[in-house]
C-alpha cells in the first residue's frame, strides 16, 4: 500500500514532529468507538497530546515551542485525523489559534506573553467560542448576542456559544461579545474556572461526535478589563493561513477510508468469486480514483502552505487561494470516502467497520468556514474584477 505521507516528510525534524502525530493518532484510534458513541473528547487522548508537548509546537522557540511551518501544521494534523478526525479538527482549533496570535500579534505583547507561558510550560488548551444559535457562523458577520457591560473595571458577561470544541477539556475560552462602552464586537479572554461559566451537554450530531462542541453558558462572569483582548477592527480581515488545519483534518479521514478500502478489497472474496475483489476491474477503478483525487487534494494543499511559508509577503493576496483550498480538499475528501463506501458495498454501512464513522465525520467539513457558496461567490468576484 502506498504510504501518502512518505513524500511529504522532508526532512529529520518533520520526521521527529510527525512521530509525535502518528503516537497521537494511534491513542485517538484507540477510544473511537466510545467517544463516538459518547460524544466527548478522550481524556486519555489529551494526556498523550500534552505528554507530546503539541499544544506548544506552533509557539516561537523562545517560549519552548517549535515554531511549527504551515507546512508541518498541516502535515501533523493529517496524520491525526488519520487516526480520528475528531481529535484533530478539535486541537487543531487550539494550535492554529496560537500560530495566529504569534503571526499576527492581534494581542498586547503582555497579554500574549502570559498565555504563551502557560502554554508551553503546562500545556494549557485554548478555543475560541464565536459561533451563537442566533448568528450561526461568525463567518456571516452576525453580531454576537453575547454582550459584555462595563462596570468600573470590570465587564460582566453573559451570554451562550455553540460549537464549542473540546469545551468541558479546555483551560481558556475566547469569547466573542458585543462589548456595550464600545459599540464593538470585541474577545475576551475567559478561565474555565471563573465563577458563572458552565458547559451545557448539548453535542448531539450526526457526525465529529467526538469534538464534544457543547455549549458554552456564561452567567454574569465579572472579568477585569485587561481580560478584553481584542476589539474587531473596521478593515478587511487579513487571509488566515492556518484555518487549512480544516481540509488537513477531513483529507486525514479520507486517507483512513481510502487505506481501509484497500485493506477490505484485498482480504474479502465472496464465494461467487475465485479471487479478491481487489483484482476486479470496477473495484480498481475505484480505487485508481481515489488515488488520483488524493493526488491532486495532497498536491494543491501542500503546494499552497508551502508558498504561505516561502512567501510572506505575498500572504495578503492568498485569501481566495485558501479558501479555494478548503472548498476543493473537503469536498474532495467527501468524493473519497464515498468511493471507499463503494467498495464495501452494504458492509459499510455496518458498526463493525469504520466507513460509516468516516462517512459522517467527513460531512461536517462542508459547514466548517469558509462555506462553498462564499468561497465560489468570491472566486467569481475576483475573475469578473
Known amino acids: 500500500m502506498i504510504d501518502v505521507f512518505k513524500d511529504l516528510i522532508k526532512n529529520d525534524r518533520q520526521k521527529r514532529l510527525f512521530e509525535k502525530a502518528e503516537r497521537i493518532s494511534e491513542e485517538a484510534k484507540d477510544h473511537l468507538k466510545e467517544t463516538d458513541r459518547d460524544a466527548v473528547f478522550s481524556a486519555k487522548t489529551l494526556k498523550v497530546i500534552k505528554q507530546e508537548s503539541y499544544p506548544s ?19 501533523l494534523q493529517e496524520k ?3 487516526g480520528d478526525g475528531a481529535v484533530a479538527l478539535s486541537i487543531g482549533w487550539h494550535l492554529g489559534i496560537m500560530m495566529e496570535l504569534k503571526d499576527d500579534q492581534l494581542w498586547k505583547a503582555d497579554q500574549f506573553d502570559r498565555l504563551a507561558k502557560e502554554v508551553a510550560e503546562e500545556q494549557k488548551v485554548v478555543n475560541r467560542a464565536a459561533t451563537e444559535p442566533a448568528t450561526g457562523s461568525p463567518t456571516r458577520g452576525g453580531v454576537p448576542e453575547t454582550k459584555a457591560v462595563r462596570k468600573g473595571d470590570e465587564y460582566i458577561l453573559t451570554g451562550r456559544k455553540t460549537f464549542t470544541s473540546m469545551a468541558d477539556h479546555l483551560d481558556y475560552y475566547i469569547v466573542s461579545a458585543y462589548v456595550d462602552d464600545l459599540d464593538k464586537v470585541g474577545w475576551f479572554l475567559v478561565d474555565r474556572h471563573q465563577p458563572g461559566v458552565s458547559v451545557e451537554k448539548t453535542w448531539d450530531t450526526l457526525g465529529m ?6 455549549d458554552l453558558v456564561m452567567n454574569e462572569v465579572e472579568l477585569n478589563v485587561d481580560d478584553l483582548v481584542e476589539v ?10 492556518w484555518l487549512l488545519h480544516i481540509p488537513a483534518c477531513y483529507l486525514g479521514i479520507a486517507v483512513a477510508a481510502r487505506n481501509d478500502a484497500i485493506e477490505f478489497a484485498k482480504n474479502f472474496q465472496p464465494n461467487s468469486l475465485d479471487k479478491p475483489i481487489a483484482e476486479v476491474a470496477h473495484i480498481q477503478d475505484k480505487i485508481g480514483e481515489m488515488e488520483w483525487k488524493l493526488l491532486q487534494a495532497h498536491s494543491f494543499m501542500y503546494s499552497t502552505a508551502k508558498k504561505w511559508d516561502a512567501e510572506p509577503h505575498q500572504r495578503k493576496n492568498m485569501g481566495a487561494e485558501l479558501a479555494a483550498v478548503k472548498l476543493a480538499v473537503t469536498n474532495t475528501a467527501a468524493e473519497v470516502v464515498d468511493l471507499a463506501m463503494r467498495i464495501a458495498g452494504g458492509r ?11 462517512y459522517r465525520d467527513v460531512r461536517a467539513g462542508l459547514h466548517n468556514p469558509p462555506m462553498d457558496d462564499a468561497v465560489v461567490s468570491m472566486l467569481a468576484k475576483r475573475a469578473i474584477e
Open 57 to 75: 509546537l506552533t509557539l516561537p522557540v523562545r517560549y519552548g515551542g517549535e515554531d511549527l511551518s504551515l507546512y508541518e501544521f498541516l502535515l
Open 80 to 82: 491525526i485525523a488519520e
Open 209 to 214: 461526535r467526538g469534538t464534544e462542541s457543547d
Open 232 to 241: 474587531k477592527s473596521e478593515g478587511k480581515p487579513s487571509p488566515k493561513g
Open 348 to 358: 459499510g454501512l455496518s458498526k463493525q467497520y469504520s466507513f460509516e464513522k468516516y
